[in-house]
């Protein structure tokens, strides 16, 4: 099967950096992708990591290590627009492409 | 630019009846997954489609079928409602390069209330 762990909740102060991780367990693992969502709206993608190491675009960047089956997604420069749920997701290739997503963090940003 | 639609936004049904959703994926893309989102959940995926193939399959009920079509929109009917069956529905599509940036685009949603 496959699973996804990430905490459930983060909480920062606006300016800040915060670090949300994910482990997961999966088979026919292709890489690891990182979405927001605020309430009531659709996920948006924000990054994906096929191989090992750091992603960095603005002011997110996310890091995979396959060996050890873990990721991070790193939010600088913290906004208040950016409190929102933030799911990993594991896109594997099981007999057919598809996108599993681990039960989010919702990151409250304080000012 | 283009982004992938879904229609209805919004649906009132009640338990017993049946529900269609549909889903206009991103011109040539050619994967269209569809996932269920309880409040405070995270989505769960259903089904998805290659090439108009069924290409796996997730928690999807029995009483769930989708189909793709030769444009490439997406169905999802959904029959013998239940309660539980209230959720926000969304439709997404990618390209199916293997390996690469695998960004999946999402619908807005079809939010579903059964009463």
């Known amino acids: 099967g496959q699973s996804l762990e990430q905490p459930s909740e983060v909480t920062a102060v606006e300016g800040a950096i915060v670090q949300i991780n994910c482990t997961y367990q999966?088979?026919?693992?292709?890489?690891l992708s990182w979405y927001q969502q605020h309430d009531g709206g659709a996920p948006t993608f924000l990054s994906y990591?096929?191989?090992?190491g750091l992603e960095e675009t603005g002011r997110f960047s996310s890091f995979l290590s396959r060996s050890d089956s873990y990721g991070y997604l790193l939010l600088q420069e913290l906004q208040m627009k950016d409190s929102a749920s933030y799911f990993c997701?594991?896109?594997?290739?099981?007999?057919?492409?598809?996108?599993?997503f681990g039960a989010g963090t919702r990151l409250f940003v304080k000012a | 630019a283009a982004g992938v639609i879904q229609s209805p936004r919004h649906l009132i049904k009640e338990k017993r009846e049946t529900a269609t959703l549909k889903c206009y994926p991103i011109?040539?893309?050619?994967?269209v997954y569809w996932y269920q989102q309880g409040p405070g959940q995270d989505p769960q995926f259903l089904i998805s489609?290659?090439?108009?193939?069924?290409?796996d399959k997730g928690s999807i009920p029995d009483r769930f079928s989708a189909q793709q079509f030769s444009d490439y929109h997406s169905e999802l009917n959904m029959s013998s409602l239940e309660l539980g069956d209230s959720a926000l529905y969304f439709c997404?599509?990618?390209?199916?390069?293997?390996?690469?940036?695998?960004?999946?685009?999402f619908g807005q949603g079809t939010r579903l209330t059964v009463v």
């Open positions: 997701a594991v896109r594997s290739d099981t007999g057919g492409f598809k996108t599993i």
């Open positions: 997404a599509s990618s390209l199916a390069d293997r390996g690469q940036r695998a960004e999946a685009f």
């Open positions: 489609f290659y090439e108009k193939m069924q290409s």
């Open positions: 999966t088979s026919g693992f292709y890489g």
């Open positions: 011109p040539r893309h050619d994967t």
């Open positions: 990591n096929a191989l090992d």
